[in-house]
Every structure is written in structure tokens, then in C-alpha cells.
């Protein structure tokens, strides 16, 4: 047969389809393969159909009746195989093919096996032998089978129970005991339940089985009531376990949680005693970790071992009496004491007293101020270090007892601060310009302001040497351009003092820009720190006039030895040569370096008349050596002047036209007249400032006479200035002009060496004085910062004042702190008085401190070895007297005050539990048992305690 052909109807190709067969309906031509039993699978085969059949579905029937004639179709048995189910047993079944055509074949009948089922006897499963009261059994066993070899699945099998208990020798059923589980009552051994059995039931499709009755279970609480003895046997007393050894105890414990564990939920509810187990479970874990840390101390780091130890002691502290009882002969408590050492140690101690006198020794009182007596921050640093690292040897409490620590902190907290400090410097170098080292320096100064008296005598002098020269790097610079521009320019008034030469002359002019361009580069308060800036400016002028005239000079000296000039033109230009010179004012005039060569050559002039000469020629001649008198002012006043040129002129205007000819030097009437007239316009000027009657009106008319009086030519000037400084002579004062350099210099000397040279109100006066001034004045105030600097400090001295008058009595420690922060200047504002007193207390408590510690050690002495000393309750007494009477700050000093409080703690708990003690009668053992329970809840300590306080208890 073609194989291929057998798919589904869906697949084939309607051309390939083959006609129905005649005849073929009903033909037993489908054989089927596969056994006859329940769950076995039978398989239709249709290798006999007719050739190209294509089937398209299958369909299993039951046969009903002695044939097939009457068939009943098997729901969902549409496929070529079909598994068998449960109904089928006993039954017939067959198949039927259907093609495509609708043609039917089918298979012979097929008989199914019936079942014949077996069952085993079941089984009561129980977390032991027994049953207890309130435990879940549950059956087992009972397996179901089909002898003819059916392989049955568990969901065709429906099982039903019958529990059953005995009543005498028979067994009679349990009501409503109809489940694979039963839960035995609780009251069942009250009822008479003490044996059970159970029997099971299986049906699989029609056919039914029954098992036989189950072994017997009996009802007992013997696992329960087995386990409460052996966990009795734990305890001796409820305060003491029974133990011979923590290891066979461990093992014990272990091995009774191990057997609890095992049993049924019911029994361990029975067991009412369990808690025993559990604690001591837990006691042992916790003795035996202990025993564990303790063994393992010297594994510890060092600066981990006072926190262990600690840790080991606290934990033995917290073990009550029966957890005690597991520490066999004290073995781990005196293990423990062995490694604990108390800070009662008499050096110990001493050393504490030795390193509080060294830290109070690293401080030194001076004039009112305190200061380190290391004078290095090195040395200092170097003690510190050292006191620390004999603190770090001390047992941890007594490190707490050490004193003044606060003097250690703050003294690396001043050496860090002057470290920082001198890293400023590494900003400063001599290579950078004046302004910028000024400005550097002006930075660092504010940071060296910050620093309290204490460090600034840690700074080393060399960086305050190097502070003052970079703040003084432009005041350098300012006072070498002082010193030159008074070279230049100092106590000038009619002419200049550095007497120029043909030589010299360029090395003066390069100086005075040099300094000009210098003076450009100064910050702002620099440059109003240079005197005679406005002149060097003027002189800087006056060389280029001069320079113009020294060269018109020299030019006049080569046209007089040239040959062939002629006398006119020689004349002309000496003329114009001494008029210009004559223009320039008497500080210009000394600048010009060639003009005695110059003066003291006129040219010669020839008077030609053709051999006639005028009568009035000797008139003329000797008009001519007065008009030459006129050249030199100098020895004339005013007046003198006056009458002289106005003399000159008339006798001039008297002469003939061919005797003025002989009068060759009227240019120099001519420029007589012209000065005499400019100094009569000054003239009106300075009378003009005379008349005004307000000094402050009259102050700026002057500074216009004084710019005029600068402006006039040489001659002009000597003959002025009579009555020039007459005016300035005369000046009319004003009171309440105020005196900036008085100021400035007054500002300058209240500070001196870090500290303030005056008080407090000084600097307000001071202050005050400077608010008044208009914005321009203070501007000349080139000490400004310092006064505002010290107005501020004053401010912080008035505001701890008010913190010393309010504080000092009642908390001196606040006023000490705020006074360390006060700098080295703020300081010096406050009294030597208050500063001697802040001292003194300041010592006092560091003496007092004393006191304290003598009661520290007092405290640390309540326990020796871990154990409180006899006579504990007066002793406490005692130190909680004297303690209260300790002020405020001498109480700080207690650093172990808990251990006091501890032990009063204790003290009241021991007595409490005293409170509760009852002899052992008969009539009292509620009473008794509770004194028991509280006894056993002390810890060792505790219970040592009151075996001292309370023996006859025992």
C-alpha cells in the first residue's frame, strides 16, 4: 500500500480523491493491535482498506448486547488509538474507519479484562510509637492493585476510612472518623482511647476492595512525659544547673533538642517545660562564646583591646546566677578577672598627676598675657606629641582623668593655624613688584591680625621680618622717590638745586621721567604718600622750556663767531633770545645751564651817525648803564623797580632821536616795563585775596594767587614776592580746619609690637574725628585701614566685656574660652586687671582640678579586681558628699562620676533584693521563691555584694 496517501482529508488534493469502493460499507477490514486491559492502549490499523482510501476519521464504540448490531459510541474516542478506561472493563469495543467517501469500516469486537482488585493492609503513621493525645496521625500503605495486571493511576482509585478505638477486647467504630488523617483528642486517654486502628476501602471504576484492619497504635503521653523528666534533670535548683563539666552539659542539651525536635507537634506542646531547654540551650551558646573571646585575647591589636575587653566584662556582668552555675569553679569569671586590670594602680595615678602638671607647664604668664613656653611651634608640637603619647599609655578610664586636655587641643589647633600661617608666605617673593609684594603682604597681614597672642609667639621673627619688607616694599620705594624728588625739587624757591651742566643735563631729564613713570605704577595709597609730585611734574615741564632756550643760546654763541653775520641780525636774535629767557620763570632760568655764557656776551653794536654826534649822547650813554642795572632785579625791591623804569622811560622819551640810538639795550626797558606791568596785575590778585573776609574763601583765592605767583617769568617773581608771601604770611585761620596729617600721624602710633598703645576711648576719639572729615580728606588719610581695624577690634573687647561682667562669677570657663579667641591687639584693649583676674581664675581651676582628681581616684577605688570593696554603701557616701560641694567646672573634672552612680545603683538593688528575703518554711515558700528568683537574677558582682552586705541571708 502507498503510505504517502494516509493524511488527514485537509491535505489531499481534491484530484486525487478516489471514488468510494461498492460495496466496502461494513467490511471487518480495521484490525486493531494492543492488550486488553484498563489503561493500555489499543491501536487502529487500516493497512486492509482498498487501495487509495483516504480516511478522515475514527470513532471507538461499546458493544451493546450479545452483538455488534447495537453499538454505544465512546465519548471523546475519535483518534486511531484509544487508551482503555476504567468503564471499558468487562465490556466489548471496536473501531470505525470513515473515509472521505463516507465509507465505514470497522474492526472486530475486542473483550476488555475485568478488574480484580487487591489491597494492603494499611498502616497508622505517628511520630513515634505511640499516639499522643492531640497529634495528627495519618493512614498509610493501603496499595491498591489489579491482578490481572492493570497499571492503575492514583486518580481512578477513591479510597474511604473507618477509624476504629478498643473497647475491651473489641473495636467498635470512631463516629466521624471517616478521613486518611485523624486527630486523637486530647481528652481521648480520659475517654478510654488507648488503642485505634483503621481500615481503608478502594473502589476503581464498579469494582471494590477492602483491606484488612491496620496494626494497632495506642494512645500514650509517654514521649512527652519522658522528654519533661530528662529536661528536669537540667536543673539542680531554679538557680543552678545540673553540671559537671560545660562539655558533657553542651552535649546533653544537644542531644535532648535533638529528640524534642523529632517529636510530633502535639507532643512538643505537651512538653511544658521546654523553656528549660531552650535557656539553657542559650547559656551555653553564650558561656561558651565567651570562653571562646577570652581565649582569643591575645589576638587582639592593641588599640583594640581595652573595647574588647570591655565587651568581655560587660558580657560576664549580664550572665544572672544560673547562667553562672555553667561557669564551673569560677573557672571563666577568674580567667577574666586575670585579664582585667582596674585603674587603681598607684603609678598609673602618678602619672596621671605628672602629665596634668606637664600640660599646665606648657603655658607661661607674662605682664598679664599667657604664652606656650616652648617658643617654637616645633618644640611645641614635639611636647605635645610626647604628652599624648604617654596619655595613649594610660588604661582607657584613666586617660579620661587626664586634665587640661584642652590646653593640648588648643595648642594643635594654634600650630596648625600658624603653619597655615607661614604657608602664605610661599606666595610672597622678592621678585614680584613693590605694589604687587604690597598687595601679597596686605593679605597676610589680615590673616597675622587673626592670631591670637599665643601664636604670634609661635611665628618665627624671620617671617615677620620678610612681612615688614614686602609691606614696606613700595614705602621703600616711596621713600627713595622722596628722598630723589627732594633732590630735585626740596625746599625750592627760586631755583632748582641740581645745578645742570651740558653733561649732566640728560641724566636729569631721564631721572625725573624715570621717577614720573615709578609714581604711575603706585597704588593709590602709595602715591598719596609722595611729597612733591605736583613739582617734579613742574620740573619735568620746566626742562622742556628751558631745554628750548639752552639751545636757542647755543645757536646765538655759533651765529656771534660766524663770520660775516652781520650786527643787526647778531642783534635780532640775542633780542629774542633774552626775551624768551626773560620769560621763564626763576626755577626755569636755573635750568638753563649756558646762560651766564650767554648774558655776559651781548653782541656789539656799532652807533653810525655819519661822524656826527647828537649833544645829548653822554645823556644817552649814561642811560643806557642804568637801563643795564635793570637787567638784575635782584638788586631792586618794588618800588625801587618801579621808580627805576619809570625813570628810565622819561629820561628815554627825553632823548633825540639819534641819542636813543646809543641807548643799544632798550629791549631790556622794554622787558622792564612789561614785568613791571605783570607784577602790578599780580599785585591786584593778591589784594584782591587780601579783602576776602572768610578764611575758607579766601583758602581758594590764595591756591589761584599761588597758581599765578607759579606762572610769572623769573623777574617777574622776585619783584612779586614781597607781597606774595606777605599774603600767605597773613592768611586769614580757620579753626575748624581740621589737621589730616596731625590725624594721620596720631593713627599711625596706636598700635606699636602687635598691641595697642592706647585705650579704648582714645581710638573712639580718634574715630569720631575721622567720620567728620569730608570724602576727599579721608582720603588723605593714608593710616585709615589701622584706625578701622582698631575700631573693629574695639567692638569685639566691649562685646567679651559685657560676656566677662555677666559670666565671670557664675561660669568663668565661657569667659577663659572667649578670651583665648580674642587676638594678640584685642587683648592688649582689655584691663591688665581683668586680664590678671581671668588668669588667676583660670590657675585657680587648674589647682582645684586637684581636688577632683583625688576623688576621681577615690571613685576608681570602689572596685578592686572587679569587685565592689567592703564597706561599699559608706564609702559611697562619703565621695557622693564631697562631690556635691565640687562647683560646676571642678564636677567636669569627674570623668568617671558614672562609676559612682553605678555603684549607688547597685547598692540599691542589692538592698532590694534584700527586702524580699524570707527564711525557708513551710509557710512562707511563695515568698521565699520570689527572694530566689530576684537573688538568682543578680550578676556576679551584685551577688558578691550582698554575700558582704547580707551574709547571714546565706
Known amino acids: 500500500m502507498n503510505k504517502k496517501l494516509l493524511f488527514t482529508a485537509a491535505a489531499i488534493p481534491v484530484a486525487l480523491i478516489v471514488p468510494t469502493v461498492a460495496g466496502a460499507t461494513g467490511a471487518n477490514i480495521v484490525t486493531v493491535t494492543g492488550q486488553n486491559i484498563v489503561n493500555e492502549t489499543l491501536k487502529a490499523s487500516i493497512e486492509n482498506l482498498p487501495a487509495n482510501s483516504i480516511v478522515k476519521g475514527y470513532q471507538w464504540y461499546y458493544v451493546d448486547g450479545s452483538s455488534d448490531s447495537t453499538k454505544k459510541p465512546i465519548s471523546g474516542a475519535t483518534s486511531a488509538t484509544f487508551t482503555i478506561p476504567v468503564d471499558a472493563a468487562g465490556k466489548a469495543v471496536f473501531v470505525e474507519a470513515t473515509t472521505t467517501k463516507d465509507e465505514k469500516y470497522k474492526s472486530e469486537p475486542r473483550s476488555i479484562k475485568e478488574l480484580k482488585l487487591a489491597i494492603t493492609a494499611p498502616r497508622i503513621d505517628s511520630s513515634s510509637n505511640y499516639a499522643v493525645p492531640g497529634e495528627l496521625v495519618q493512614v498509610a500503605g493501603a496499595i491498591v492493585t489489579d491482578v490481572e495486571g492493570a497499571k492503575l493511576q492514583n486518580s481512578q482509585i477513591t479510597y474511604s476510612y473507618q477509624w476504629f478505638y478498643k473497647v475491651g477486647e473489641s473495636f467498635t467504630i470512631i463516629e466521624g472518623a471517616t478521613n486518611n488523617t485523624y486527630t486523637i483528642p486530647k481528652d481521648a486517654l480520659e475517654k478510654g482511647m488507648k488503642d485505634i486502628i483503621v481500615k481503608v476501602k478502594a473502589k476503581v471504576g464498579s469494582s471494590l476492595v477492602e483491606s484488612d484492619v491496620s496494626a494497632v497504635i495506642s494512645v500514650s503521653n509517654e514521649p512527652s512525659d519522658s522528654m519533661i523528666d530528662e529536661i528536669k534533670t537540667l536543673l539542680i535548683t531554679d538557680n543552678k544547673y545540673n553540671v559537671t563539666s560545660l562539655e558533657s552539659f553542651k552535649a546533653k542539651v544537644t542531644e535532648l533538642e535533638s529528640k524534642y525536635q523529632a517529636l510530633s507537634t502535639a507532643a512538643k506542646a505537651n512538653v511544658k517545660n521546654y523553656e528549660v531547654l531552650k535557656r539553657a540551650a542559650a547559656d551555653v551558646d553564650l558561656i561558651s562564646k565567651l570562653n571562646e573571646k577570652v581565649d582569643k585575647v591575645n589576638e587582639v591589636n592593641e588599640k583594640d583591646l581595652s573595647k574588647y575587653l570591655k565587651e568581655i566584662e560587660e558580657a560576664y556582668d549580664k550572665f544572672d546566677l544560673l547562667q553562672r552555675s555553667l561557669d564551673l569553679n569560677d573557672a571563666l569569671y577568674n580567667s577574666i578577672k586575670t585579664i582585667l586590670k582596674d585603674p587603681t594602680d598607684i603609678d598609673e595615678f602618678k602619672e596621671v598627676r605628672r602629665l596634668n602638671q606637664a600640660i599646665v607647664e606648657l603655658l607661661t604668664y607674662e605682664n598679664s598675657f599667657v604664652k606656650y613656653v616652648p617658643t617654637s611651634k616645633e618644640s611645641l608640637q614635639a611636647a605635645v606629641e610626647t604628652i ?49 609684594q604690597v598687595t601679597t603682604a596686605k593679605s597676610i597681614r589680615t590673616s597675622y591680625e587673626k592670631l591670637t597672642y599665643k601664636q604670634l609667639q609661635l611665628v618665627p621673627a624671620k617671617y615677620m621680618s620678610t612681612l615688614l619688607q614686602a609691606e614696606n616694599a613700595e614705602n621703600s620705594q616711596i621713600d627713595r622717590l622722596n628722598i630723589e624728588i627732594d633732590n630735585y625739587v626740596g625746599d625750592v624757591e627760586d631755583s632748582y638745586p641740581i645745578d645742570p651742566s651740558v653733561t649732566t643735563w640728560q ?19 602709595s602715591a598719596a604718600k609722595i611729597v612733591g609730585y605736583d613739582s617734579m611734574v613742574t620740573l619735568q615741564k620746566d626742562f622742556k622750556a628751558a631745554e628750548k632756550i ?83 632785579v635782584t638788586k631792586y625791591t618794588f618800588a625801587q623797580f618801579e621808580s627805576a623804569v619809570n625813570a628810565a622811560t622819561t629820561k628815554y622819551k627825553n632823548l633825540s632821536s639819534a641819542g ?85 600721624n596720631e593713627i599711625a602710633t596706636i598700635v606699636s609690637n602687635d598691641t595697642y598703645t592706647v585705650s579704648m576711648e582714645r581710638i573712639k576719639e580718634l574715630s569720631t574725628q575721622y567720620n567728620k572729615l569730608s570724602s576727599s580728606d579721608k582720603k588723605r588719610v593714608s593710616n585709615a585701614a589701622i584706625l578701622t581695624t582698631a575700631v573693629s577690634d574695639v567692638k569685639k573687647v566691649e562685646s567679651f566685656i559685657k560676656t566677662y561682667e555677666k559670666s565671670f562669677k557664675s561660669n568663668p570657663s565661657t569667659v577663659i574660652k572667649a578670651f583665648d579667641k580674642l587676638t594678640s591687639k584685642q587683648m592688649s584693649l582689655v584691663s591688665p586687671e581683668i586680664r590678671q583676674s581671668i588668669i588667676d581664675k583660670d590657675k585657680g581651676q587648674q589647682q582645684s582640678n ?59 538593688k542589692v538592698a532590694e533584693v534584700h527586702a524580699l528575703y524570707v527564711p525557708a518554711t513551710d509557710d512562707n515558700a511563695t515568698a521565699r521563691k520570689a527572694w530566689q528568683t530576684a537573688y538568682g537574677k543578680l550578676s556576679k558582682k551584685l551577688e558578691i555584694l550582698y554575700k558582704k552586705m547580707y551574709e547571714n541571708d546565706l
Open 660 to 744: 636813543r640810538k646809543y641807548v643799544t639795550n632798550y629791549y631790556l626797558l622794554t622787558a622792564a616795563s612789561k614785568d613791571l606791568s605783570g607784577v602790578k596785575s599780580f599785585h591786584k590778585k593778591v589784594q584782591t585775596a587780601r579783602e576776602v573776609t572768610d578764611a575758607t574763601k579766601q583758602a581758594k583765592k590764595i591756591q589761584t594767587v599761588q597758581t599765578a605767583y607759579a606762572k610769572l617769568p623769573a623777574n617777574q617773581q622776585h619783584l612779586a614776592k614781597q607781597q606774595y608771601e606777605d599774603l600767605l604770611n597773613n592768611r586769614l585761620e580757620d579753626g575748624n580746619t581740621p589737621d589730616i596729617t596731625k590725624l594721620n
Open 850 to 908: 586637684e581636688i577632683a582628681l583625688k576623688l576621681v581616684e577615690s571613685i576608681n577605688s570602689l572596685i578592686v579586681n572587679g569587685e565592689y570593696i567592703d564597706n561599699l554603701e559608706t564609702k559611697v557616701k562619703e565621695i557622693r558628699t564631697a562631690y556635691d560641694v565640687l562647683s560646676s567646672s571642678e564636677k567636669s573634672v569627674v570623668k568617671n562620676y558614672s562609676k559612682l552612680t553605678q555603684a549607688e545603683s547597685d547598692l540599691k
Open 507 to 525: 641724566s636729569h631729564v631721564n631721572n625725573v621721567n624715570r621717577i614720573i613713570n615709578e609714581y604711575k605704577g603706585l597704588t593709590k595709597n
Open 550 to 632: 639752552i639751545k636757542d643760546m647755543d645757536a646765538y654763541k655759533k651765529l656771534s663767531v660766524t663770520p660775516g653775520v652781520a650786527e643787526s641780525k647778531l642783534k635780532t636774535n640775542y633780542t629774542n633770545v633774552m626775551k624768551a629767557y626773560n620769560k621763564l620763570t626763576s626755577l626755569q632760568q636755573s635750568l638753563v645751564y649756558n646762560a651766564n655764557d650767554f648774558l655776559l656776551n651781548p653782541p656789539t653794536i656799532t652807533v653810525d651817525l655819519n661822524g656826527k654826534e647828537p649833544a645829548d649822547k653822554a645823556a644817552a650813554l649814561a642811560l643806557k648803564a642804568e637801563v643795564d642795572k635793570l637787567a638784575d
Open 388 to 436: 599624648e603619647k604617654d596619655i595613649a599609655k594610660l588604661s582607657q578610664n584613666y586617660r579620661a582623668t587626664v586634665q587640661n586636655q584642652t590646653i593640648l587641643s588648643d595648642a594643635k589647633s594654634d600650630i596648625k593655624k600658624v603653619e597655615q600661617f607661614i604657608k602664605l608666605f610661599d606666595k610672597l617673593s622678592q621678585n614680584d613688584s613693590p605694589s604687587k
